[in-house]
């Protein structure tokens, strides 16, 4: 396995996260150069594994989690693993898991146990309602946090259904909270000696990124509802169509407004009452989304796009997967890497989006088989070849 010389190398995290928001959290860290030691119950592994895309038995979707990370098969509800588990927590910086809440206490592993063992070291967890309050035992998964952290009320179209951002947003902003809070107490640690407990819960995720919808309801008391593509605090920025399809035109200040008119040859529109300040275009906004749709129809996506980009107006073309992936954009920022699986072969990640300039992430190694690293990180703990195979025997590892 191909170290990674990140930012984060020489921490060492146990991961005993599962699904999607705790992997995503820990894949950000072993990007940036930490040894993730993915915990796996034995013969099983994680449920992801069996999540499509599947290829000669491997899972795509796993894969990309779970880059630059060791598996090592452990069952913590045994007691000859557990202490194995606690023999590893003495080595490490960070424990990091998205059970429900109490989970590792009922397991004899709470903070207060894990401190014991190693005063440094910071217990992190994801879960869907947090470490207390009055859902806190009750499960969760994405759809449950969109739900109810009140993002499906203010997504899609008016006249629609509420609607499921597609991507799972409250995993994938949970889990790099996750990662922020551990960093948060990594650095702290650096002035105290003392690790601490980091707690990031889907729901306050999601409310936290409801960006204007909490001001406009905190000063006026009004809920936004669903807008479609229109950003309820400037204008003109809506989805229009073209005679080959759709793109989105978005003017946030005067500016870019103004060279928008001058494009359309609608000069007049600068200095309007109903449109000369962004307020003004918010009020009207329906008579002038009307002005620009029809100045949009009249022309293809490749006429208005570089005409709008070249005046330094913000327009882009509705892309489609295969299309974003093959951008000149997304390549040049190596957004799209491919690496040697050992069974699937030739396989492209998603890239490191965090840049930087001294310590660059990379994506180093594929996801492990399942126990791959097992030997591998017991020997780093004493444990013998000879104690290793006794484990197995018992199907401990």
């Not at 009207?284 to 029809?294: D, G, P, V």
């Not at 957004?335 to 989006?353: A, D, R």
Request: some cysteine; proline content about 7%; glycine content about 8%.
């Amino acid at each position: 396995m191909k170290e990674p010389k990140g930012a984060l190398a020489g921490v060492r995290v146990i991961d005993l996260t599962h699904a999607y928001n705790g992997p995503f959290c820990t894949m950000h860290l072993a990007d940036h150069g930490a040894e993730v030691i993915k915990i796996e119950k034995p013969l099983v592994g994680d449920m992801t594994r069996e999540w499509p895309p599947i290829k000669n038995g491997e899972s795509g979707y796993f894969g990309n989690l779970n880059r630059n990370k060791k598996s090592v098969t452990l069952d913590i509800k045994q007691e000859q693993d557990k202490n194995i588990f606690k023999e590893l927590v003495k080595t490490a910086d960070v424990v990091v898991d998205n059970f429900r809440p109490g989970t590792m206490s009922r397991l004899g592993l709470g903070y207060e146990v894990l401190v014991e063992l190693n005063p440094r070291i910071i217990m992190a967890e994801s879960s869907g309602f947090g470490q207390y309050g009055p859902l806190k035992d009750r499960p969760a998964y994405d759809v449950i946090a969109q739900s109810m952290g009140g993002i499906c009320s203010i997504t899609g179209y008016p006249d629609g259904l509420p609607i499921k951002v597609g991507p799972a947003i409250a995993d994938n902003y949970t889990g790099t909270y996750l990662a922020l809070g551990i960093i948060l107490a990594l650095y702290n640690r650096e002035k105290t000696g003392r690790g601490q407990q980091v707690d990031v819960a889907m729901l306050d995720t999601v409310f936290s990124v409801l960006e204007n919808a909490i001001p406009v309801y905190a000063v006026t008391g009004e809920t936004l509802g669903r807008t479609g593509y229109v950003d309820p605090a400037t204008s003109p920025y809506d989805l229009f169509e073209c005679q080959d399809g759709h793109l989105v035109i978005a003017c946030a200040n005067n500016n870019t407004f103004n060279r928008l008119c001058k494009l359309m040859n609608k000069a007049n529109l600068i200095e309007h009452p109903d449109y000369c300040t962004n307020d003004k275009r918010c009020e009207n906004r329906s008579q002038l989304t009307k002005i620009i749709a029809a100045w949009t129809i009249t022309k293809s996506k490749d006429e208005i796009e570089p005409l709008l980009v070249a005046e330094g107006v913000p327009v882009a073309s509705i892309l489609s997967i295969a299309q974003a992936a093959n951008h000149p954009q997304i390549i040049a920022r190596e957004m799209l890497v491919e690496i040697e699986h050992p069974v699937i072969g030739p396989t492209k990640y998603q890239g490191v989006p965090i840049k930087l300039s001294q310590t660059p992430g990379a994506v180093c190694s594929p996801a492990p088989l399942l126990g791959q690293h097992t030997a591998e990180v017991l020997l780093s703990l004493g444990i013998s070849p000879i104690n290793n195979q006794d484990f197995s025997e018992q199907k401990v590892i």
